[in-house]
């Protein structure tokens, strides 16, 4: 395999539309023809093969945030520009050394097990059948914006003491923020700045309150931690800004995915229905098969090799998750969605000691929000004469923008 960018290398081109509509018929021949592609377009190694994405996973010579590398990379003026953005980022779970990391996870873990996660369940009930009520009383909503968005995204407030009224304002910070991890365009990063610096600001409020009216929140447990010199106020505060955001971009993708996918699937939508025992299980078959993050990058500390390929020190590599979750040699009949398929191996959440922090909590509300859907109102369906809505993000990617449903 060469790094050299040769015509022949673009016979896997990466930046296509269609390839960004629909990533799979691509991540297959990749898989079958070149599983570790050095890719000209992203200047990085990309893998497809769920056996050497778990192998980079648990490789320490591959570190998680190579975000700073890209910043790195930027034009003199650019990086000048965007230091706020840098240190912010720098500071959070996950992008910091690995000594940062480990005090980060120590803290917070517990408070995300599966059995604490539990203890949540009576507010992720309660904000459901709020927004429930609210969709049952028009008859009709738009799912993603209605329903999808605002009950990850009240939850994750509420757990950091933010009040709803602000929920608004919060998502649309997150999704300026979002063009962090898609595009590395100068423009959208001072966007994406300007709403980061926003929501410390709006936090270290929030933060000032809660000094003076504590409550038992996540925040409690950072201003106890900070007592004890475990971390410091920027720390906090932009810790928290990764916390609101990453709790609910990537979950209101898992609940407005799933929808669309039961709905290409009504029998499956139908036994679902039916027998809401298997809705745990359609949960990790959304995970698995609705692309809901498509990849992450890691960045090549020291020189490595996976699957027998050598990768030189301080590349960038890029991880295709989704690719992993449809690999035939993990997955029987991987393009078939299958919401009895067992053992689901799927990679989703990531893996190894990155493994997604908030795994249980999306879990738990993917399942709330269809068990109390398909039990309140059994016929959802599309809304007569329309489609929903995606957008190409180049590269690899869409997102479902719109999807109206009658209930
Ligand atoms: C369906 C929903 C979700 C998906 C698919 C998802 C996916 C992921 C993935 C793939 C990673 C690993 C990134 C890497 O290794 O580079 C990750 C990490 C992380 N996720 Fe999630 N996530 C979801 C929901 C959440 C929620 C609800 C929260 C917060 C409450 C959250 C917080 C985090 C954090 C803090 C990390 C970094 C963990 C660490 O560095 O140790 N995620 N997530």
Excluded at 99 to 107: A, K, M, N, T
Excluded at 149 to 166: C, F, H, K, Y
Excluded at 266 to 288: G, H, T, W, Y
Aim: hydrophobic share 45%.
């Amino acid at each position: 395999m060469s790094q050299a960018t040769t015509p022949q290398a673009l016979e896997f081109d990466l930046l296509t539309p269609a390839a960004a509509q629909d990533a799979h018929p691509l991540y297959h021949r990749l898989r079958a023809g070149q599983p570790i592609h050095w890719s000209p377009q992203l200047q990085g190694w990309f893998l497809t093969r769920h056996a050497d994405i778990a192998t980079a996973l648990r490789d320490d010579r591959l570190v998680a945030g190579p975000m700073m590398v890209q910043f790195d990379r930027l034009p003199e003026e650019a990086r000048k520009q965007l230091m706020p953005l840098r240190d912010a980022v720098n500071m959070w779970m996950g992008h910091t050394t690995h000594e940062g990391h480990v005090r980060f996870q120590s803290l917070l873990k517990r408070y995300f097990t599966p059995r604490t996660v539990e203890n949540l369940r009576p507010q992720i009930q309660s904000i459901t059948d709020t927004l429930l009520d609210a969709a049952g009383r028009k008859g009709s909503v738009e799912l993603v914006q209605e329903l999808a968005i605002p009950l990850p995204s009240s939850v994750i407030a509420e757990m950091l003491g933010v009040p709803l009224t602000d929920e608004y304002m919060l998502q649309r910070w997150s999704r300026d923020l979002t063009a962090i991890f898609s595009a590395f365009d100068v423009q959208q990063l001072l966007r994406s700045q300007k709403s980061v610096m926003e929501m410390m600001e709006y936090m270290r409020g929030v933060l000032a309150q809660h000094r003076r009216a504590p409550r038992e929140n996540i925040l409690e447990v950072f201003v106890r931690a900070q007592a004890e010199g475990l971390v410091s106020e920027e720390e906090i505060l932009s810790n928290c800004v990764l916390l609101l955001f990453a709790g609910h971009e990537t979950t209101a993708r898992l609940i407005s995915k799933g929808m669309t996918l039961l709905f290409e699937h009504p029998e499956q939508l139908a036994r679902l229905r039916e027998d809401a025992s298997l809705i745990p299980n359609a949960v990790e078959e959304f995970l698995r098969y609705g692309d809901v993050v498509g990849f992450i990058t890691r960045l090549t500390v020291a020189p490595a090799e996976i699957g027998g390929q050598a990768i030189q020190q301080y590349q960038m590599v890029y991880l295709a998750l989704a690719a992993a979750n449809r690999d035939p040699a993990v997955f029987a009949d991987p393009d078939r969605f299958d919401i009895t398929r067992r053992a689901n191996k799927h990679v989703a959440f990531g893996f190894g000691s990155f493994y997604c922090l908030g795994a249980a909590l999306a879990r738990l509300e993917a399942q709330v929000f269809f068990e109390t859907l398909l039990r309140r109102f059994p016929h959802v369906r599309p809304a007569k004469g329309t489609q929903p809505t995606w957008e190409a993000r180049i590269p690899l990617n869409r997102e479902l923008c719109a999807l109206p449903v009658e209930l």
